[in-house]
């Protein structure tokens, strides 16, 4: 479209007299209830998982806690070679409480509860 046609376009829009007021979908107030419901939902969120953190980390100091406890005086590689040698037991743990509620078995492998084995099968094909 060239200058003049644009110009004229306009001319002929601004002579239609149309109103170019818009109105909202929603008011101040609809949206400052939705922003609050959000901001809410994440705060439960994060609550959720500073939860769920501190019951994953308090088994993690738990361990150490006992082992310091046991061991007076053990060093920073004593506790550190402890986390190591018992962390196929934790994990075993860990596992057993996750069975059935996040992860199933099949054989000697682990799918989450949601994938049904044969579709790992159909997706390695």
Same mark, same amino acid.
């Given at each position: 479209m060239s200058i003049s046609e644009f110009i004229q376009a306009m001319v002929e829009a601004g002579l239609k007299k149309f %109103? #170019?007021?818009? !109105? $909202?979908d929603e008011s101040h107030r609809e949206l400052r209830e939705q922003r609050n419901d959000i901001k809410d939902e994440l705060e439960r969120a994060r609550d959720r998982i500073d939860t769920? !953190? %501190?019951r994953l980390h308090g088994t993690e100091r738990e361990t150490i806690r006992?082992?310091?406890e046991k061991n007076p005086g053990a060093t920073y590689e004593d506790v550190t070679q402890h986390i190591? %040698?018992?962390a196929p037991d934790r994990v075993n743990g860990h596992?057993? #409480?996750l069975q059935g509620d996040s992860i199933e078995t099949v054989g000697d492998r682990?799918? $989450?509860a949601t994938m049904k $084995?044969? !579709?790992e099968v159909a997706d390695a094909a």
């Open positions: %109103d #170019a007021r818009v !109105e $909202p769920l !953190e %501190d006992t082992y310091v190591i %040698d018992t596992l057993d #409480a682990y799918y $989450p $084995p044969q !579709e």
